[in-house]
Nanobody, 126 residues
Framework: QLQLVESGGGSAQPGGSLRLSCTASRFTLTSKALAWFRQAPGREREGVSCIRGSDGSTNYADSVKGRFTISRDDAKNTVYLQMDSLNPEDTAVYYC???????????????????WGRGTQVTVSS
């Protein structure tokens, strides 16, 4: 069964950085679209960033452009989300997701992703 496992969450101060990892099992990254979503308490789950498996093209939500960077390491079968210049509004549970269909550009709609990890908490506060 396909698996996605997130790690790297934790606490950071405003202006700080964290790097999230999502390690995939039973499929190769190039075969899927991969994305990071987040969900804050009382809010809808929202797309943060995605990367297209076949060509590595990326897409970002406006709220994180210039601050977050998505990347992947095919040898480790792992997708990363580097988060810089964090602010309290970035506090949420972050989820990794994957889907067989690779739109161009990749999409940030949760309805377009079939496979999900369990999430990792990110808290930004002073």
């Amino acid at each position: 069964q396909l698996q996605l496992v997130e790690s790297g969450g934790g606490s950071a101060q405003p202006g700080g950085s964290l790097r999230l990892s999502c390690t995939a099992s039973r499929f190769t990254l190039t075969s899927k679209a991969l994305a990071w979503f987040r969900q804050a308490p009382g809010r809808e789950r929202e797309g943060v960033s995605c990367i297209r498996g076949s060509d590595g093209s990326t897409n970002y939500a406006d709220s994180v452009k210039g601050r977050f960077t998505i990347s992947r390491d095919d040898a480790k079968n792992t997708v990363y989300l580097q988060m810089d210049s964090l602010n309290p509004e970035d506090t949420a549970v972050y989820y990794c997701a994957a889907d067989d269909i690779q739109f161009r550009p990749c999409l940030l709609s949760k309805a377009r992703y079939e496979y999900w990890g369990r999430g990792t908490q990110v808290t930004v506060s002073s």
